[in-house]
């Protein structure tokens, strides 16, 4: 079979995967400031000790690295004042349950019930101190840089108070890695810095960065694939008994 079988199974194997991440992408069409993800595969020639070697034609398939697309998505307005979306290049960082920062696009945020920013998700957005904690009875503005003000709906309203500042990184996209929940970490366990230049869009939320048209061909393309690594399977399964029938009748 010169291996056959097993150059083919590595493909079928590796193509599934791909067709897993393309499902994953296309199930978050819709999800605020998602980053789409991509299977990077690379053949690596067969290599054995045995007689007679194998063709140099002959290789495996393996997933070589898991990469995100950072294109930024389309800019929505919504009008809410608890809606923010990162201008440009730069995530929001929140708290996540281990202590650790994450970092997100998804700017849709809410208040807990004890007036703590946060996620829809309930991370709380980090501050410049912390958590950043909203008193009742006010309407809150987020501005360019970041920072939360908060107006009283009685009394003297033109009193404008600031409580805090969203923290707004911009690290190396090399150094973030996506984790299961979603948010993104430094890959050395590190915070990012505070970046000056990183603006919010007070209003606005950004959408997927998936574009479902492209996905769907890359599923088809992925489907004939598939298909094609099955058939070869198929072929090797019966080039063996063949064989094996030439033999048994010497």
């Known amino acids: 079979m010169d291996r056959l079988i097993y150059t083919a199974m590595t493909g079928a194997s590796q193509t599934m995967g791909r067709q897993a991440a393309v499902a994953h992408n296309l199930a978050n069409v819709t999800s605020t400031g998602y980053r789409a993800e991509e299977h990077r595969l690379r053949a690596v020639p067969v290599q054995s000790t045995n007689a007679p070697s194998p063709l140099a034609t002959r290789a495996f398939v393996v997933d070589a690295s898991v990469n995100t697309d950072f294109t930024p998505g389309s800019m929505q307005y919504t009008g809410r004042a608890l809606d923010v979306a990162v201008d440009g290049k730069g995530w929001i960082a929140v708290t996540l349950p281990d202590g650790t920062e994450g970092y997100t696009r998804n700017g849709s945020l809410e208040l807990s019930v004890n007036g703590v920013l946060q996620t829809r998700g309930g991370f709380p957005v980090q501050g410049d101190g912390g958590a950043i904690s909203v008193p009742p009875d006010v309407k809150i503005t987020i501005g360019r ?39 993104f970490r430094m890959r050395g366990g590190n915070a990012a810095p505070v970046d000056e230049n990183v603006k919010a869009a007070s209003g606005y939320l950004e959408g997927s960065n998936v574009s479902p048209v492209e996905q769907m061909v890359t599923m088809i393309s992925l489907a004939r694939q598939f298909e094609m690594q099955v058939k070869m399977l198929q072929s090797a399964d019966q080039n063996d008994k063949s064989a094996t029938q030439v033999i048994s009748a010497r």
Not at 158 to 180: F, H, Q, S, Y
């Open 145 to 183: 840089d970041g920072t939360v003000s908060v107006i009283p709906e009685s009394g003297a309203q033109n009193t404008v108070n600031v409580i805090g500042r969203i923290k707004l990184v911009n690290p190396d996209e090399v150094e973030l890695a996506r984790g299961a929940d979603g948010f």
